[in-house]
């Protein structure tokens, strides 16, 4: 039960760079791993990178390490990526999501946020 809005997606040119936000609502996020997923036309769900909300421990997925950075502000309830060096092969739309610690599952899904890379 945890409300999740992204924003910031749009069009940028290959090697550009864009900034998404996930704006977090519901219920205390301390017992939380936040992430991003995303989903390209015709393909699956693939995972993007995670967060701890207590710890700030992040993981990425190898495509994006050394060019995306996951972040979160607790004071705020925000989550965020930074996207740099973008390709056109980032384009998808962005989801971000949340489960609890030593859950399997990523129970609470936001809308989504179209990101597109021109080449």
């Keep these: 039960q945890v409300q999740l809005v992204e924003s910031g997606g749009g069009l940028v040119q290959a090697g550009g760079s864009l900034r998404l936000s996930c704006a ?51 004071a705020k309830n925000t989550m965020d990526l930074q ?18 610690y030593l859950i399997s599952e990523w129970l609470d899904w936001g809308q989504g946020t179209q990101v597109t890379v021109s080449s």
Aim: aromatic share 16%; glycine share 8%; net charge positive.
């Design 24 to 74: 977090v609502s519901g219920r205390t996020l301390s017992s939380y791993t936040m992430g991003w997923f995303r989903q390209a036309p015709g393909k699956e769900r693939e995972f993007v990178c995670s967060i701890t909300w207590s710890g700030g421990i992040t993981y990425y997925a190898d495509f994006v390490k050394g060019r995306f950075t996951i972040s979160r502000d607790n």
């Design 83 to 100: 996207m740099n060096s973008l390709k056109p092969e980032d384009t998808a739309i962005y989801y971000c999501a949340a489960r609890r």
